[in-house]
């Protein structure tokens, strides 16, 4: 059954012959092997340019910042899959990556969403801070959470946003959106009562959006990093094995609020 337009596959990422690998139209083993590092490679198999140095740097820092992140549930998941399926460490490394979603690591692809399009109004005239007051009443009216801003631990500073934005200012980055992203701060204490910081979350679009990384593909960064984070959790799983614990813990704190039958419980 056809299904859209299209009869014939297509893809600009990678050919091949007998002798050579063609990887966005670099010789893989001759141009790329040995020459790149592995955040250049993914910057390059998904932009089909070789990022310079400046973007390199960015990049390479919102991995590190965002790889580690302890017993979040998406690597409770993990562990919890590993501990009953050891030989199948796909499957574990999958079942922590299907956990996230808009509340862990997609919250950078919404966040870095909303800083383009204000910075789409800010290019037709309105005032920063106009228009970043504008979204959040808009956010609040909707009862929607402010996607970047926030954190259950660093409430007064995530100290991760500093560093990055240190590191996109000494690589020479472009910071239109960070300060787009300060200004949104600058503006939530007036209108949500309360202030809410930025967190890594945000600091991650607001330094790569700078470096040309599209916005699209944001998501990706979270994703890719956290998938070396949970390696290294079920090789830590492996060795010295949470995974069970952790679901006696659930269970043991578990509190049964249904029906249940007449005689339930009783002593025989």
């Not at 609040?140 to 970047?148: D, F, H, L, T, V």
């Amino acid at each position: 059954m056809k299904i859209g337009k299209s009869t014939v596959p297509r893809t600009a990422i990678c050919t091949s012959d007998e002798h050579t690998i063609v990887v966005r139209g670099e010789d893989l083993c001759h141009d790329l092997i040995g020459h790149v590092s592995f955040a250049d490679y993914f910057f390059l198999l998904l932009t089909g340019k070789r990022p310079d140095a400046t973007c390199s740097a960015v990049l390479n820092a919102t991995l590190v910042a965002i790889a580690e992140h302890g017993l979040v549930p998406s690597v409770q998941a993990s562990r919890m899959t590993y501990a009953a399926a050891p030989d199948a460490l796909q499957g574990a490394v999958a079942a922590g990556i299907l956990g996230c979603g808009s509340v862990i690591l997609g919250a950078s692809e919404t966040a870095g969403r909303l800083f383009t399009k204000v910075a789409a109004r800010v290019d037709a005239g309105e005032a920063l801070d106009d228009v970043a007051a504008d979204v959040i009443r808009t956010l609040k009216a909707e009862r929607r959470s402010i996607p970047g801003y926030g954190h259950p631990l660093h409430k007064s500073n995530d100290p991760r946003v500093d560093r990055l934005i240190a590191v996109a200012t000494e690589a020479g980055a472009d910071l239109r959106y960070v300060h787009i992203a300060q200004a949104i701060e600058r503006v939530i204490p007036g209108i949500v009562g309360k202030e809410l910081r930025l967190n890594v979350s945000a600091a991650i679009p607001a330094v790569l959006l700078g470096v040309g990384f599209p916005v699209a593909s944001l998501r990706g960064v979270p994703i890719l990093a956290r998938t070396a984070g949970l390696i290294a959790h079920l090789a830590e799983e492996a060795e010295m094995p949470s995974g069970f614990a952790l679901s006696y813990q659930a269970t043991r704190e578990l509190q049964y609020e249904g029906d249940v039958p007449a005689g339930f419980g009783a002593s025989t």
